[in-house]
């Protein structure tokens, strides 16, 4: 497909840059202008997409992880009973790299509110089961996801 979505930014820049820029007569909108070409630039436009399947699809394996864990225990099975619903749904239809972006972007805030809920219910049942090395296991999981979410988050911002 030519242009690119990457092309298209591209010259979509260019263009803020070029012709629109010198036309504004405020710093505030020239700055305004320059901090919206920075951020079109910090995205990889022909992979969005793409990048967004594979964190849901993460996203989406770590909360089958949780209701796995829980399962494996009829004492742990009320710890994720809460989203049991939402977690079927994942089962049944997990994310595909061919749905439209809208659909990964709307999936990728409810798979984050979803680990997020889990993560602390299981932190509950950790905090009262400190013996459970698979709880434990669970845990560093979560930080280790959060953390890199975090990192990746602040470097956007940073990049801006």
Known sequence: MRPTPAETITQIRRLLKDVIE???QSDYARSRLREIRAVLAQTDWDDAATGLAATNTELAELVIECADWAEADPAREPVTA???HSIEEIRARPPAVTEPFEVHNQ?????GALLAGLADQIARWYRQHPENDSAQQLQRRFLEYFARDARASDAHRAAR
């Open 22 to 24: 010198p036309d504004l």
């Open 82 to 84: 809460h989203y049991r």
């Open 107 to 111: 999936r990728n805030a409810t798979y």
